[in-house]
């Protein structure tokens, strides 16, 4: 079942804040967080693996609760250059040949304006 | 480095035809995927490939059908098209079948289809 990500959409400005939240259903071994810019690929940002760790890079970190099965993406002091669409892909445990495969969510689309 | 390629970059198919679709890797990853992204949906998983000669469905896979002879390419093929069909389709490897545990999935540019 895919991962549930809010808000859908949030419009910014240079130097504020956001956070994008992804939920799941189901227990979650790892959680995937990619930016796609409009007509690109998706590129990787971080992982997280459950043990709630929080990683990041620069103004870009991200959570990851496994007991509520979320993850939470921060961008602080955005830039121009944060504008897309970011997904959250999620992996459960499941045995078998379908171990560890990704369930996006449906995207949440940032625009930073100046 | 070139990492994943797909071709072609875009095409108009009349319902009915087949065609296949183009993945290359040049990083020698185990593991490939194809996902078709709609809008609204996000990506979805078509198929998936573990390591060569194995394949397995992922969450849309009724229309579609892969194969991997080699390590290189994940060639992913419609029969006969349905304008339902219509979508952008990335292709994505990573180093380990595992993803779930710490990998890193890298997509190629994307394939954009429609189906008339």
């Known amino acids: 079942q895919q991962p549930v990500q809010s808000p859908q959409a949030v419009i910014l400005r240079e130097g504020e804040d956001a956070v994008i939240n992804c939920s799941s259903s189901k227990a979650l071994y790892s959680v995937h967080w990619y930016r796609q810019k409009h007509g690109e690929a998706p590129v990787f940002l971080m992982i997280l693996l459950k043990g709630g760790e929080q990683k990041g890079h620069e103004k870009i970190s991200a959570s990851f609760n496994e007991k509520k099965q979320q993850s939470s993406l921060y961008l602080t002091a955005s830039q121009l250059s944060y504008s897309g669409t970011y997904f959250c892909g999620t992996a459960s445990p499941g045995g078998g040949t379908s171990y560890g495969k990704l369930t996006f969510g449906q995207g949440t689309i940032l625009t930073v304006h100046p | 480095t070139a990492g994943i390629t797909q071709a072609p970059t875009s095409q108009i198919l009349a319902a009915g035809r087949s065609m296949t679709l183009r993945c290359t890797q040049d990083?020698?990853?185990?593991?490939m995927y194809w996902y078709r992204q709609d809008l609204g949906l996000g990506l979805r998983l078509i198929h998936y490939s573990n390591t060569a000669g194995t394949t397995g469905k992922g969450e849309v896979p009724d229309g579609y059908s892969v194969s991997r002879a080699n390590t290189d390419d994940f060639p992913l093929t419609l029969a006969s098209a349905v304008p339902s069909q219509t979508s952008v389709y990335f292709c994505?490897?990573?180093?380990?079948?595992?993803?779930?545990?710490?990998?890193?999935?890298?997509f190629g540019p994307g394939t954009r289809l429609t189906v008339l």
């Open positions: 990083m020698r990853h185990n593991a």
């Open positions: 994505a490897s990573s180093d380990s079948p595992a993803t779930g545990l710490s990998d890193t999935q890298y």
